[in-house]
């Protein structure tokens, strides 16, 4: 538990700013059937995700999304944090249920 709260603490603490209020538009989901679409994956994780998780910006747990390979490399751990667990990201990012949904199947096509 000390170790959660410190590197919660580390998180804020490292640069992440958590007051940037991001406005872009929801993207909407893919239709059920058929795969998810790169472009659109990687437009929605770079949208919610890389205020703290790029190059300019690494998050303490020094993840970052600069390509999609990157996000491909990390598909396991994004379906964890985002989906599983809605841990990540953090609010302001305003990641809707739709938009963990279609990461969510994004990943366990990844993981095949």
């Known amino acids: 538990m000390k170790k959660l ?3 919660t603490a580390l998180f804020i603490i490292s640069g992440c700013d958590n007051s940037l209020k991001i406005s872009n ?13 790169e472009t ?3 437009n929605l994780i770079t ?3 890389t205020s703290c998780h790029s190059s300019k910006t ?7 999304f600069d390509s999609y390979q990157d996000m491909v490399s990390k598909a396991r751990r994004i379906k964890r944090e985002v989906v599983d667990f809605k841990s ?8 809707t249920d739709e938009e963990r949904a279609l990461i969510g199947k994004w990943a366990e096509q990844q993981n095949k």
């Open 5 to 7: 709260l410190f590197l």
């Open 25 to 37: 538009p929801t993207i909407n989901p893919l239709p059920d059937s058929g795969e998810v679409n």
């Open 40 to 42: 659109k994956i990687s």
């Open 47 to 49: 949208q919610r995700c």
């Open 58 to 64: 690494v998050a303490s747990d020094g993840i970052r």
């Open 88 to 95: 990540m990201p953090p609010n302001p990012s305003e990641i």
